[in-house]
């Protein structure tokens, strides 16, 4: 089964600030049919402008990962770690038993561009923790997250896996699937094919019981990829 999640069907939110497209229902926005995807519950695409951010507000028992594409996002949170993440930069957030945190843009006229990714653990009541890298790109599959940390990727809890697939304008790619397993792939830049649906960036695609991932960038083509179990825990 192949569906695609258009990017101008998906929910917006503005303020003075922030502009927000939401894959998934958040906030404000429900969307009965993009509740969660498996174990995948949010993907924001945001747009901070300077000197705006997220105040300190609290989680819980959630795995949340930012990635940074444009600008420079500081994060400060209530476990005492101070950051700032870089363009090109993943941090991962587990929530735990509860966190307070706070996401600004300082700079004076950069905007911050990031995608902010929730996923609900497979083990709850945790302590919170804190893990930031940054990934240089490369072409292919790149793994970012697993749950074992393997190849110095970020450790979640949760039976997931989450790779960067970057590619050339009209260059392909292959990679075998579970047909047991859940997959969701976001487009971050460019456009393309997926398994033969024309996608562009913003487009989600959800995919399951197939055996075959099949990609063609029709230019410079950077896609997330997330590994998803068929019955999340």
Not at 112 to 117: A, D, R
Not at 205 to 221: D, G, R, Y
Request: glycine share 8%; with cysteine.
């Amino acid at each position: 089964m192949i569906e695609r999640r258009p990017r101008d069907q998906r929910g917006y939110f503005e303020l003075d600030w922030l502009k927000s497209y939401h894959s998934f229902s958040f906030g404000d926005y429900y969307d009965p049919n993009h509740v969660q995807f498996s174990a995948l519950r949010v993907i924001n695409d945001d747009w901070i402008a300077p000197q705006g951010g997220f105040a300190t507000h609290g989680h819980r028992n959630m795995e949340i990962l930012t990635y940074v594409l444009q600008g420079e996002l500081s994060h400060r949170d209530s476990e005492g770690n101070e950051a700032r993440i870089k363009a090109g930069e993943f941090q991962l957030m587990s929530a735990g038993r509860g966190i307070f945190h706070s996401e600004y843009n300082h700079h004076e006229d950069a905007p911050v561009k990031l995608l902010q990714i929730w996923l609900h653990p497979n083990v709850e009541q945790t302590p919170p923790s804190y893990q930031q890298r940054a990934f240089p790109c490369q072409t292919g599959l790149q793994w970012i997250v697993t749950p074992s940390g393997e190849g110095e990727t970020l450790t979640i809890k949760q039976d997931a896996q989450i790779a960067r697939i970057e590619l050339n304008p009209g260059e392909p790619f292959e990679w075998p699937l579970h047909p047991e397993r859940h997959y969701y792939l976001h487009v971050v830049k460019g456009d393309g094919q997926i398994n033969g649906h024309a996608v562009r960036f913003g487009d989600g695609i959800k995919l399951s019981h197939e055996s075959n991932l099949t990609l063609i960038a029709n230019q410079a083509f950077q896609v997330l990829l997330f590994d998803l179990p068929a019955i999340p825990r």
